[in-house]
Structures are given as structure tokens and as C-alpha cells.
């Protein structure tokens, strides 16, 4: 069974760091697309960042590109999200997610097939 559990989620204020992790387990990854998505109140879940497990080549949303980092550790199965210079409007519901996806889609949510329960990051003004 397939689960991804995300963790590192909190209250900072502007201009602050956080950085979350996800915990994947139950298939081998390899071959797989990790992302990042958030979700605010009242809106659609957008993409983030996402990487290839095997190569790691990376994707950004332009909202992020500079202040967002995503990695992954393979002996420990986690991708990460360093998110820095936080602000109030990177406030949302931040969530993982694992799919087979060809390069230049990797920002749909709808072709992803395994999500993780989400962590809350809430930036303070």
C-alpha cells in the first residue's frame, strides 16, 4: 500500500524558512514523479515543484522559482520542499504526491495517482 506522509508544516512569519518532508513508502519510486501542490481556502490545488526520482530534474511555478527548493533523499525515501523567504500568500495546505508522468505535465494534479494527507503552512504578514 502506498502511502505518502508529509510533515514540517507550521505558523512563520514573512521572510521566514520552513521545509517540509515526504515520507514515501510501499512501491519502488524510481520510475516516478514526485510533486509538490498546495491548496488554499476557496481555491484549486496548484502545482508547486516537482522532480524525477531517477534524475531529478526539476519543475517550479514561476510564484515559487528562487525561494523553493525540491529534493530528494533516496536512501531515506523522502522528497523535500525548502521553502524560503516565505510569504503571506504561500499560506495553504501543502501536499505530496507520487505519479508516473510524462516531462511538461508534471503540473497537473489530476494525472497524479498517490497523495499524501497534507501539512498545513500558514505565513504570518
Known amino acids: 500500500q502506498v502511502q505518502l506522509v508529509e510533515s514540517g508544516g507550521g505558523l512563520v512569519q514573512a521572510g521566514g524558512s520552513l521545509r517540509l518532508s515526504c515520507a514515501a513508502s510501499?512501491?519502488?519510486?524510481?520510475?516516478?514523479?514526485m510533486g509538490w501542490f498546495r491548496q488554499a481556502p476557496g481555491k484549486e490545488r496548484e502545482f508547486v515543484a516537482a522532480?524525477?526520482?531517477?534524475?531529478?530534474?526539476?519543475d517550479y511555478a514561476d510564484s515559487v522559482k528562487g525561494r523553493f527548493t525540491i529534493s530528494r533523499d533516496n536512501a531515506k525515501n523522502t522528497v523535500y520542499l525548502q521553502m524560503n523567504s516565505l510569504k503571506p500568500e504561500d499560506t495553504a495546505v501543502y501536499y505530496c504526491?507520487?505519479?508516473?508522468?510524462?516531462?511538461?505535465?508534471?503540473?497537473?494534479?489530476?494525472?497524479?495517482?498517490?497523495w499524501g494527507q497534507g501539512t498545513q503552512v500558514t505565513v504570518s504578514s
Open positions: 522532480l524525477t526520482w531517477s534524475g531529478g530534474n526539476t
Open positions: 504526491a507520487a505519479g508516473r508522468i510524462t516531462y511538461g505535465f508534471r503540473y497537473l494534479p489530476r494525472l497524479y495517482d498517490d
Open positions: 510501499g512501491r519502488t519510486f524510481s520510475s516516478y514523479t
